[in-house]
């Protein structure tokens, strides 16, 4: 890939710093909020409420960043990020967690929260030209996974030292880096809307947006039963797991799906997009459902890393669909309105999930929902949309 613009290059250090501070997080969390008292029950709520106030957040962010400025609303994300951080390492009052975790910015999942994927999103697609949209969210992709498993790595080791707090001071602290980055973006990744929008800042392509996101959302609520949180959990109470350990296990995998990522676009320019989110998305699924049968610890970390090695082609393939099927000014709210979705599917199952892993003769049940749920998602993406292709496959004919 031909390096992206100066600000496309400063857009990847944004996604490879929050991606990192995220990875960090997702390891020790659930252990660090276990540590402080609070059982799985209460745990599951507060991821929830913490995805949801996350969604919330989003919302409102998002779809007012092209009337106010891309970099205003990612400065204001950055220092919710950086707050939330704060407070989750100094506060064991339960209500004060709730209530941060649901006006901040934090991510359980070690995937994206808050309103920073879409506006980036958003504008790559702003700065880069059709021909290079796939490639350019590829690498993206790539860069979020990477720095996600380097995070997983140094939450191993940092926990030894310094505990799980100081995972905790170190994602509010990465926070107020990106706030400093964000400063450094020019007026070349803003948009000016000339006329008045809808409310949703979408028009014509309202239809399509909606029903992606409803797919979506679906494909988010099970993966919700499955965060890196909660399954870095399982093989804790499994196996019996040291968070050095799962650090490293989260390492392997993380980095095996950035280099998955890379082979999407290749894929993508051969057999289309929607073809390469489902075909590659399926088998991964039912790698997942896989995982909680072996019988030992390195034939599960196996299994995972099998289904990590496939389960991000579907990432960029998916991001570049939607800027491809909407008009150019609905770009940033389209990219919002499908991520807010995403972040409600997965904010609505963590508080089952953490009723199933309270009892343990069911703490392998979250994996089997988790991979029917995305395996039927799979299917209705393919039935209505696999004849919906973009306009730049279409004339490659």
């Known amino acids: 890939m031909r390096p992206p613009p100066r600000d496309g290059r400063l857009l990847f250090v944004t996604r490879f710093t929050r991606l990192f501070a995220y990875?960090?997080?997702?390891?020790?969390?659930?252990?660090?909020?276990?540590?402080?008292?609070?059982?799985?029950?209460?745990?599951?709520?507060l991821m929830t409420l913490t995805l949801v106030g996350d969604t919330l957040v989003s919302f409102f962010l998002t779809t007012r960043a092209d009337r106010v400025g891309r970099r205003r609303v990612l400065m204001a994300g950055a220092l919710l990020m950086a707050a939330a951080g704060v407070v989750f390492a100094t506060t064991h009052n339960?209500?004060?967690?709730?209530?941060?975790?649901?006006?901040?910015?934090?991510?359980?999942?070690?995937?994206?929260?808050?309103?920073?994927?879409?506006?980036?999103?958003?504008?790559?697609?702003?700065?880069?030209?059709?021909?290079?949209?796939?490639?350019?969210?590829?690498?993206?992709?790539?860069?979020?996974?990477?720095?996600?498993?380097?995070?997983?790595?140094?939450?191993?080791?940092?926990?030894?030292?310094?505990?799980?707090?100081?995972?905790?001071?170190?994602?509010?602290?990465?926070?107020?880096?990106?706030?400093?980055?964000?400063?450094?973006?020019?007026e070349a990744v803003e948009v000016r809307i000339a006329d008045a929008t809808s409310p949703l800042g979408i028009g014509s392509s309202r239809r399509t947006v909606l029903k992606l996101s409803g797919l979506f959302a679906l494909d988010s609520f099970g993966g919700g039963f499955v965060v890196q949180s909660f399954a870095a959990y399982w093989f804790y109470l499994r196996f019996g797991v040291s968070a050095a350990t799962l650090g490293t296990i989260f390492f392997v995998a993380n980095v095996l799906a950035g280099i998955s990522a890379l082979l999407a676009s290749r894929l993508a320019a051969r057999f289309g997009l929607v073809n390469t989110m489902v075909f590659t998305h399926l088998p991964s699924n039912v790698l997942l459902i896989l995982v909680p049968l072996m019988p030992t610890l390195p034939l599960a970390a196996l299994v995972l890393f099998a289904r990590f090695s496939i389960s991000q082609m579907d990432v960029?393939?998916?991001?570049?669909?939607?800027?491809?099927?909407?008009?150019?000014?609905?770009?940033?709210?389209?990219?919002?309105?499908?991520?807010?979705?995403?972040?409600?599917?997965?904010?609505?199952?963590?508080?089952?999930?953490?009723?199933?892993?309270?009892?343990?003769?069911?703490?392998?049940?979250?994996?089997?929902?988790?991979?029917?749920?995305?395996?039927?998602?799979?299917?209705?993406?393919?039935?209505?949309?696999?004849?919906?292709?973009?306009?730049?496959?279409?004339?490659?004919?």
């Open 316 to 397: 960029p393939t998916r991001q570049s669909y939607v800027m491809a099927v909407v008009r150019p000014e609905e770009r940033s709210a389209a990219a919002g309105i499908t991520g807010i979705a995403r972040t409600t599917g997965a904010a609505v199952a963590p508080v089952f999930a953490g009723m199933l892993y309270a009892q343990p003769a069911l703490i392998s049940v979250p994996f089997f929902i988790a991979g029917t749920l995305k395996i039927i998602y799979d299917v209705w993406l393919y039935r209505g949309f696999s004849t919906a292709r973009p306009a730049e496959e279409t004339l490659k004919g």
């Open 94 to 186: 339960f209500l004060l967690l709730i209530t941060v975790g649901t006006i901040g910015v934090i991510s359980p999942s070690g995937n994206e929260v808050g309103p920073f994927l879409p506006i980036e999103q958003a504008a790559l697609a702003h700065i880069v030209s059709p021909d290079r949209r796939t490639s350019v969210f590829a690498w993206y992709t790539v860069t979020g996974a990477l720095a996600t498993a380097a995070g997983s790595l140094a939450a191993g080791a940092l926990s030894h030292g310094l505990q799980y707090r100081g995972v905790l001071l170190l994602y509010a602290a990465l926070g107020v880096v990106l706030f400093v980055c964000f400063t450094r973006l020019s």
């Open 23 to 45: 990875g960090a997080l997702s390891v020790v969390l659930v252990l660090y909020l276990t540590e402080l008292g609070f059982d799985a029950a209460e745990v599951g709520l």
